[in-house]
Each structure stands twice: as C-alpha cells, then as structure tokens.
C-alpha cells in the first residue's frame, strides 16, 4: 500500500490535534513527543526549523521537523537534518514513514539538498533499521546526544 499524506502547516486551528498524535509508549525513548518538538523548535532558534503535521485525509497521523538549510557546527547537524519524524502509534505499519521521507526529500533536493541527515537513538527498538531501508547509512559518528547520526545521499534516490 502506498499511504497518501499531505504535508499541512501546523495551525492554532489544528495545534491541539498534531500534538494529541503520540507513538507508541515502548517507542517514547526513541522519539520525542510533538509537544517536545515544539519546545525543541523555540528553544533552537538556530536550527531554522521547520515542521508540517502528516495528514491523511482529514486525520493527522504523523508529524515532520527538520532543521532547514543551516550551517552546520558542533550541536548542531545540517545543512538538512531530519530532526523528527513521528507517526501515531494506530497508524504505524501503513508506508506513512516511507511517503513522509519522499515527501521530504522532494521538498529538500528542490531546495538544493545534496543528502539530509539524521540521528537515532540506539537500541532495542531504534527506527534505525527503517532508515537504513529507506537508504541512509551511518556516517561513523556519534551526536553529542549519543545517537547515531545517518546520512542519505539524494543522488541515490530517484
């Protein structure tokens, strides 16, 4: 099945829906809530977030944020970092992670992204094989947070 999604803004009209989308309890170490998000989003000005809520029709089902085009320094990965990526524990297992990964790797290579980063948590649990699936691969480092930072090159993607 391929899930059909749409990237909307986040609004105070639909604010309180986006956060109400929550992963799995066993999953909460490995990504942090919408909320969180939001939070992480004002506290790291720097990080030039940007976010959209993942719907499916009328019904949110996942949430995206990425740090946007930065200069990357220490604490802080980029140009284009997946800082987030969250489906709602009902929804997991129907391809929204795979069609919110195309979504935003369209969206960055038209911005001029050459690969997009990103980190996970490692562990029993980790979405790391997902990302590795999808085709990113360990870059050999690890963040100041402990996580392991993948990369994907956007030439490998069609």
């Not at 949430?63 to 284009?80: A, E, K, Q």
Request: hydrophobic fraction near 40%.
């Amino acid at each position: 099945m391929t899930a059909q999604i749409r990237l909307v803004e986040v609004t105070d009209a639909n604010r309180d829906a986006v956060i109400a989308v929550r992963v799995a309890p066993a999953q909460e170490r490995f990504v942090a809530s919408v909320e969180a998000s939001f939070r992480h989003a004002r506290e790291q000005p720097e990080g030039n977030p940007w976010y959209r809520a993942v719907y499916d029709g009328d019904e949110p089902v996942g949430f995206v944020m990425l740090s946007w085009n930065v200069t990357p320094r220490p604490g802080l990965l980029g140009p284009y970092y997946l800082w987030r990526l969250l489906i709602g524990a009902g929804h997991q297992g129907r391809g929204y992670g795979t069609a919110i990964l195309d979504e935003v790797v369209a969206l960055v290579r038209a911005d001029g992204a050459r690969e997009l980063i990103t980190s996970c948590v490692p562990g029993e649990g980790t979405p790391e094989p997902f990302y590795r699936r999808y085709g990113f691969v360990p870059t050999g480092e690890i963040d100041e947070e402990g996580e392991t930072v993948l990369r994907l090159d956007l030439s490998s993607r069609p």
